[in-house]
């Protein structure tokens, strides 16, 4: 495994694997890799050069709070990525916004505006740099991204068919724990009884799923979620039956829609999704 800081060694060494004739599979991550993140790198097709990208990217954080205390260890996320048989690591020093040099008057897609879109400003805008940055550099033949993050996701499939049409976006399914929490690199910083209590965001989420399918009202099942997640200490940001593939609210329309979630538990942010 070879580990990479600066740029021009990066294109140089993708420049060398082109032209061997192989093929590039991209895992853009923000490092403390769990086990969601060693599924993505499982997602690469067979045979493709696996590059790992490890960089916490302050431009999409809203608050530098938020940016200083996620969570870094780069030494274990390198054990991780060598133990998954990753080729390359970049992993930049620094903050390397100054380098990200993109188009100016950037109009993103009007499903950015919505849930973290609303409540992040910025948010999507550091998402859109950092990974047009990424695929102008690597211009990979694969990219592997998670569905826990489904609006980001929607996002990068808008990059790649609009400016990076041989990009190949493989997408996962969320990565849960055995008691159904969706993995995510700000976990570690709850308490363990904070950690126990996440479990009733997804049994929220599929109880809501269920009533659906009953026939229920979604605006009566949110009211009734919300206080009960309120109850045990759960803040709820947004809780929202959206269309998968405009993000628009779907009221009880449950054709291609999905219900998401963003909530704080510690003044950790938290979110989650589940297709209905």
Same mark, same amino acid.
Do not use: P, T, W
């Given at each position: 495994m070879q580990i990479i800081h600066n740029k021009e060694s990066l294109i140089n060494k993708i420049r060398e694997y082109k032209s061997q004739g192989k093929k590039i599979t991209l895992i853009p991550t923000m490092g403390n890799l769990h086990q969601g993140h060693q599924v993505l790198f499982s997602k690469a097709p067979h045979n493709t050069i696996k590059v790992v990208t490890i960089y916490v990217n302050p431009l999409q954080f809203d608050s530098d709070d938020d940016y200083q205390n996620y969570p870094k260890g780069l030494k274990t996320d390198l054990e991780v990525c060598m133990q998954n048989n990753i080729t390359l690591v970049y992993a930049p020093k620094g903050d390397i916004s100054n380098d990200i040099v993109i188009e100016e008057n950037i109009d993103l897609p009007k499903f950015t505006r919505y849930l973290c879109g609303q409540k992040r400003e910025g948010h999507f805008l550091g998402v859109y740099k950092i990974v047009k940055y990424l695929f102008n550099i690597v211009n990979p033949d694969f990219a592997c991204f998670g569905k826990k993050d489904f609006q980001q996701l929607l996002l990068i499939k808008y990059i790649a068919n609009t400016y990076f049409p041989g990009i190949n976006i493989i997408d996962v399914d969320t990565v849960r724990d055995t008691n159904n929490i969706a993995l995510s690199s700000r976990l570690t910083r709850l308490s363990k009884e904070s950690l126990s209590s996440t479990i009733r965001i997804y049994e929220t989420l599929n109880s809501i799923k269920s009533e659906l399918?009953?026939? !229920?009202?979604?605006?009566?099942?949110?009211?009734? !979620?919300?206080?009960?997640?309120?109850?045990?200490?759960?803040?709820?940001?947004?809780?929202?039956?959206? !269309?998968?593939?405009t993000l628009e609210e779907a009221s009880d329309k449950l054709k291609s829609c999905g219900i998401f979630i963003a909530c704080y538990v510690d003044d950790v942010r938290l979110i989650d999704n589940i297709e209905i």
């Open positions: 399918l009953k026939g !229920s009202s979604f605006v009566k099942l949110k009211e009734r !979620s919300v206080d009960y997640l309120e109850a045990n200490n759960i803040h709820v940001e947004y809780l929202d039956l959206r !269309s998968l593939i």
